[in-house]
């Protein structure tokens, strides 16, 4: 997930960290279209043709040679690199260039073999994974199956409380089968356990590192030691994070072509956006939505976008209120200005979402070639005031007070929280809008208590595999991120269904009957999709602009521009 703050999934089902899904992170694209590399027609969210607004590219152009050195931006700067609690933007974009997974997710959102070179499924609850020969930790120690098992048990240690640990839910034990080789035993089916080795979920590092660092473990003074083709060198808490190249790395195609990589933590957006203006940075994802037009047509650089699997929502947090009626629920949706929104939110660039996951996250499946037969038998809620007030006045909600968590993050979060503020007065209801600081904008994500007296909260939410059941599994009865503890046993049944089919057509039918009891309930209030963000300066180019970058080694493919 993702929030202009933050947000999570689940930490039982921690497929949503703390800060997974960030209300600081908030990020679009440009208004202009992107003018080289690889494009493709407009459109990165749910609707058809996508939004003229922008248009999608696939690679920046090739770089012409290599770098000494760049710097990035991140908006925050990371609690740890411990890859047991990266789940959010500032620890996985850096980890994503330093630590590597069982299996890799590609920028065209597909999987390919990492540091497992085979993996193989002999029974419905078995995992076999052949570990890659040849594969060097950063301090020049050989990659075992003895380091997969280490790594892999700390989603499964309740000490650790790893942020991950809901992949896990049904791992009944991690084994190491043979010099190269870990098995992976479930208690019950699960098609998404493998998905989730391209993610987090999947990474490796030394046991010996794990045992020797203990709780310092990702923190400044050790940071990590990993496999990817750049290592950790050094962190100055509260200024910067330093990389440098491995040139022990075994994937010569993924070379890295910069000797260093400087991440310099710029919390304030105006100040991220004058770095690039100046070249102080050379680059940065999340570019802040106020600045499309601006570095849109700046001559410092270049404004891309790329495939996401984000979605805007409104997150219905207290089903005792009114919006415990789901004809409550519809009604505000279809009271939101979602076009209106997105117009004055993010300058158009995004697409008003049909459902709560992105079509990139059916691609794929079988489904994928009558998506648009799928997302038309979906319930709608086009903007119809009138008609969202009738319904609202027939739950006889009229008068009661309903309560809008929101943070002072940026333009397009007040946006969003006046215009849902706007809809709860247009069909009765009486909104109240509650201001919190950042921190405990982030705490609604975590603690039950901090959520006590919200009905409403907003989330960008991301998902980290290429299914749609990242997200609807996070709706669950019980799930943690199911903030609102709304329950429906058809729904709990399909995701069930859906986890346990590892033929893809019967996962993909299963997916899709959750999806549309989920629309028809409305436990989440889904706004608009956007787009990934990038801005590169003009030293820099190679990147491929993908959601995918919180998790592949998009740092290695930067060079210098020609």
Known sequence: MRTSTSTTTSSPRASTSPLRRSLLAISALSLTAACSGTAHPTGAGNSPGGSAAYQLTAKTP???????????????????????????????TVLANVCESLLRWNPDLTTSPGLASAVTNPTPTTWVYTIRSGVHFHDGSPLTADDVVAS?????????????????????????????????????????????MAASPGTVESAATLR??????????????????????????????????????????????SKQVKFVFLPDATARVNAFQTGEVDGGWMVPPNSYAQLGSSSAGKLYYGQNTTVADEVVNNLKGPLGNADVRRALLMAIDRKGIIKAGVAGVGDVADSLVTRNNWNGSPQSSTLDGLLKALPAYPYDPAKAKQLAAKAGVTGQKVVIATSPLDSQTTIITQAVAQAATAIGLKPEIDTISPDKYTALFTDPAARKGIDLFLTFWYTSITDPMDMYGSLQTGAFSNYGSWSNPQFDAAVNQAVGAYDPAAHAAAAAKAQQIAMDQLPWLPLYTEPVSLFLGKRITGVQPSIDYLYYPWAAEIGAQG
């Open 212 to 257: 020797k660092d203990g709780k310092d473990y990702g923190n400044p003074a050790k940071g990590v030691n990993c496999t990817g083709p750049f290592a950790f060198s050094s962190w100055t808490p509260g200024q910067s994070l330093v990389l440098t190249r491995f040139d022990g790395y075994w994937d010569q195609t993924l070379r890295a072509k």
């Open 152 to 196: 892999l048990r700390r989603n499964l240690d309740p000490n650790v409380g790893s942020y991950w640990s809901y992949p896990y839910r049904n791992v009944k034990s991690v084994d190491r089968t043979g010099p190269l080789q870990v098995t992976v035993t479930l208690s019950t089916p699960d098609s998404t356990f493998n998905k989730y």
């Open 62 to 92: 090739a770089s012409t040679g290599e770098l000494n050195s760049f710097t990035w931006s991140l908006f925050a700067e990371p609690t740890s690199i411990d890859y047991a609690y990266a789940f959010d933007y500032p620890p996985n």
